[in-house]
C-alpha cells in the first residue's frame, strides 16, 4: 500500500538532483528559495512511499501556503525505474486526498517551443482524468508560456479574474522579488 508523508531539508537535497533531470532548468526553483520557503511553511516536499519496503516511489512539491486557500503543486515526479506502473495514479490520488479541505489545487504545465506535442497531451489527459480543467491564464515562467489547471476541491473552477494573484502570491513566498521578476512574467486575463 502506498502512503505519503513529508520530506526534509536533507531528503530535498537528494530530490533536487531527480528534479533536475525532470524539469527544464528555466522553470526550476532555485534550491536555495525552496529550503526557504520550506522552513517559513509556505512549501513542502512530498514523498509517495510503498508502505512495507519504506521504498520512495514518487515526490511532489507543493507550495501549501496562499491566498483564497489554494495550492499549487509546483513539481510532481515519479522515480524513472516505477514508471509506466501506475505509480504515478496511486500518488496522484493521495496528494489530492493530503489537500481536500483546501479550496483547489493548481497545476502548471510549462510549454517550451521544442516540447513534443504528445508529452503535452499526455500530461494534460493526466491530469484532467483527477479533475483538473484548463484555465485561461497569460503567464510565463522562464520565459515559456504556462498552461494553468485546477482542480476545483471546496472551490470552483471559475478563477480567471483572480488566478494571477495567486500565482504571483505563491511565488513570492519562494522568490525573493528579483528573482521573481526574472523567473516570472504575469499578466492579468482580459474579460
Not at 524539469?23 to 520550506?38: C, G, N, S, T
Not at 513534443?116 to 484555465?135: M, P
Not at 480567471?160 to 528573482?179: G, N, T, V, W
Amino acid at each position: 500500500m502506498l502512503k505519503i508523508r513529508t520530506g526534509t531539508h536533507r531528503e530535498l537535497e537528494k530530490y533536487y538532483s531527480l528534479m533536475r533531470e525532470d524539469f527544464d532548468e528555466k522553470e526550476l526553483l532555485p534550491k536555495l528559495y525552496i529550503h526557504k520557503a520550506m522552513l517559513k511553511g509556505d512549501m513542502e516536499l512530498c514523498l509517495v512511499y510503498d508502505e512495507q519496503s519504506g521504498i520512495d516511489l514518487a515526490y511532489a512539491l507543493v507550495v501549501k501556503r496562499g491566498i483564497y486557500g489554494y495550492v499549487l503543486l509546483k513539481y510532481f515526479g515519479v522515480h524513472p525505474w516505477y514508471r509506466e506502473q501506475g505509480i504515478g495514479v496511486q500518488a496522484m490520488r493521495l496528494i489530492n486526498k493530503r489537500y481536500i479541505n483546501k479550496q483547489g489545487i493548481l497545476a502548471e504545465i510549462t510549454v517550451f517551443d521544442d516540447e513534443d506535442d504528445q508529452l503535452l497531451r499526455k500530461l494534460r489527459k493526466f491530469f484532467a482524468r483527477f479533475g483538473y480543467v484548463k484555465v485561461d491564464s497569460d503567464y510565463k515562467i522562464g520565459g515559456s508560456e504556462v498552461e494553468l489547471m485546477v482542480k476545483p476541491i471546496m472551490g470552483n473552477e471559475k478563477i480567471e479574474s483572480f488566478a494571477h494573484r495567486m500565482i504571483r502570491d505563491f511565488y513570492s513566498r519562494c522568490l525573493s522579488p528579483r528573482a521573481m521578476d526574472k523567473m516570472i512574467d504575469i499578466k492579468p486575463v482580459k474579460d
